[in-house]
């Protein structure tokens, strides 16, 4: 299986947002909490659009939230 | 562990279980006698029929006690939607799934044109439906445990 090259900083953020639960975002973006787990752990590539409510959901850029590249586990 | 993983788990031991219970209670039924007799292909028929009946029926129950049994134990209520994650790992358990049964659907084939009874047929096709589900089961824990 190839390796996810999109990393993400969602586990920080929901910390720095008051400390927002996983369910709580998945509530807010429409996901399951797995779907959130599997985002943190950097098992999954979000789509566009999931990326996009996800910053949203954060009031960030998109690139605020999601980078590319070779290590995509949390810097 | 989340709600998925766990109900790919419980789907995983409910195939075999039930697999296994309706084949030890079936197929000493079976009709002795001439190979390829009506009375066979009555009897291969009604097994794979009432197996797939029994097998659906016995899936709904079981889920919906893992249900109960999961909102007592944990007090989360379970997902009540497919998102993208679930679809798409759906996706390639089903990708998977179909895979073994078509391999074994030629097996099946290929112990006719070997000449081999039509008992053999039947077996090789209701075992491969049965592994086919078990390799959906399995692809759904691997990805939701590993990622897609």
Known sequence: MGKVLVGNHIRKLRFNHNEMTQQQLADKVGVTRQTIVALEKGNYSPSLELAFRIAHAFSLTLEEVFFYGENSKER | ?148
């Open chain 2, 1 to 148: 562990m989340t709600y998925q993983e766990k109900k790919s788990i419980v789907s995983l031991i409910s195939s075999i279980l039930i697999f296994a219970a309706y084949s030890l209670y079936r197929y000493p039924q079976r009709p002795e006698g001439a190979l390829d007799s009506k009375e066979m292909f009555h009897y291969w028929g009604s097994f794979v029929l009432v197996l797939t009946l029994v097998s659906i029926a016995a899936h709904i129950v079981i889920s919906i006690i893992f249900n109960i049994v999961f909102r007592m134990t944990t007090g989360e209520k379970e997902p009540t939607f497919a998102d993208e994650l679930d679809k798409r790992i759906d996706l390639l358990a089903f990708r998977n799934s179909f895979a073994v049964f078509v391999i074994g659907f030629l097996l099946a084939m290929g112990s006719l044109v070997i000449d081999q009874p039509s008992k053999v047929m039947f077996i090789v096709l209701i075992v491969s439906g049965f592994l086919s589900d078990v390799t959906g089961s399995l692809s759904r824990l691997y990805h939701y445990r590993r990622g897609v």
